[in-house]
């Protein structure tokens, strides 16, 4: 049945004819795709639903960045180091390009301050078994030889890698689907059902309901709107970022290049007015650059700020003066779900039994996307999971007396 207001979906859209499932994945974004992955292989019958065409949201909007180096030694670093374990078996085991490269990644200060501050960082790291090597500033440009010829020094993550995350997404859905899971897209949540006892029983959407025991909420920015749906409070905000992209050109940056800022922005606390602009650097096989990134509160507000772009265009090329020899073909904004923790919330919520949160990754989704997979998987089929999942409980105290952030 649709929704007032929806349009009738053509024969093609039909909702499908099975209504029951194991689990039902709302959003078929990078996260919800691992889920799905996961889940199917453990032998369950699985519904994804997304309101959108698939992989339409953030997903759509990232780098693909898969990043140990910007993490901190603690639980989002062991979750980065379980992800990116899954990554490299995905790669072989999707028998599917994904672009995936481990190509590593450098991390750059301009001065020494800067340097000081990155060389600390590396230090926690290593003492938890990250691989990050000081490059003195004379001798970045062995690596990367268009760097600017004056930084203070870097680091080398070799662990560092890349993939193209809406491929990624679809293949890990087409297998999801080549195993039984049924993927209903332009089906928009709008109730969530729950049974006597209080537990999960269904989800309707703009094309039909569906009987579950479980829903796995993998909304991205999103999610704080479906908890809703469920009675639950996520204390999640959408944060804009800026992504530019260059034309085509050779292979001129090898590594995921960053500035040592990139790290303070990512825990930076809310500050509802403030800019936060890194620069983040990275070719694609397709021979485009693409140039991060901002962050900022201003609800789902799609527009591009030109000053944004501007900012973004100045600090790459800080880093890479070739770039001031280089066109721009565009540029485009995505919102990642941030929480007040800074950390995602992964797991079962103790309100609504059988409604498992998988959100709230900020700008870390696609790197650990595969881990999440994993512990929503062991914790539906009951398995201990190969990290702790305690940190990132939907129901933690850090979440229940968050600092929220304004919507725009
Ligand atoms: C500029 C930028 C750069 C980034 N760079 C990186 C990076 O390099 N590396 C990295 O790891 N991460 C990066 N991220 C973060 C990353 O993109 C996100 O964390 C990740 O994409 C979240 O994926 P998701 O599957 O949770 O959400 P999404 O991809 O947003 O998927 C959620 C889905 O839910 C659907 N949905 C929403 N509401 C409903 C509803 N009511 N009913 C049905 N469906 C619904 C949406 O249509 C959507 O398809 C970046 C983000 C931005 C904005």
Known sequence: MSAAG?????????????????VV????????????????????????????????????????????????PGAELELAKLSLTRWTELADELEADIEYEPKGGVVVATGEAEADGLRHFAAQQREVGVTAVEVSGDRLRELEP???PDLATGIHYPQDAQVQPVLAAAVLLQQARQRGATVVPEAEVTAIGVDRTGRVASVTTTRGSFATRWVVNAA????????ALAGLHLPLA??????????????????????????????????????????????????????????EFVGYDRRIDGEVVRAIAERATRLFPVLAG???????????????????????????PGFVQ???????????????????????????????????????PTLQNDAEVAHG
């Open 326 to 352: 280089v066109r721009l073909m565009r540029a485009y904004v995505g919102f990642r779900p941030w929480l007040p923790d800074h950390l995602p919330a992964i797991g079962e919520t103790l309100a609504v």
């Open 6 to 22: 929806a349009s009738e979906p053509s024969a093609r859209n039909r909702p499908p004819a099975r209504t029951v499932s194991d």
């Open 238 to 295: 959408p944060r804009r970022g800026h992504i530019l992209v260059t034309e085509p050109c050779e292979p001129l940056i090898h590594h995921k290049v960053y500035d040592a800022g990139y790290v303070g922005t990512l825990t930076a606390d809310a500050q509802p007015d403030a800019v936060e602009v890194s620069s983040v650097v990275e070719s694609t096989r397709a021979g485009t650059i693409l140039l991060g990134s901002s962050r």
């Open 146 to 148: 268009h760097l600017a």
């Open 220 to 227: 991205g920015p999103w999610s704080g709107e479906i908890s």
């Open 358 to 396: 998988a959100s709230g990754h900020e700008g870390a989704g696609i790197g650990l996307s595969p881990a999440t997979g994993r512990l929503v998987r062991d914790l539906i089929t009951g398995h201990e999971p190969p990290i702790d999942p305690t940190p990132f409980r939907p129901d933690r």
């Open 25 to 72: 994945v709302i959003g078929s974004g990078l996260v919800g795709a691992c889920c799905a992955y996961e889940l199917t292989l453990a032998g369950l019958n699985v519904t994804i639903v997304d309101r959108g065409h698939l992989t339409s949201g953030t997903t759509a909007s990232g780098e693909g960045n898969i990043l140990i180096s910007d993490k901190a």
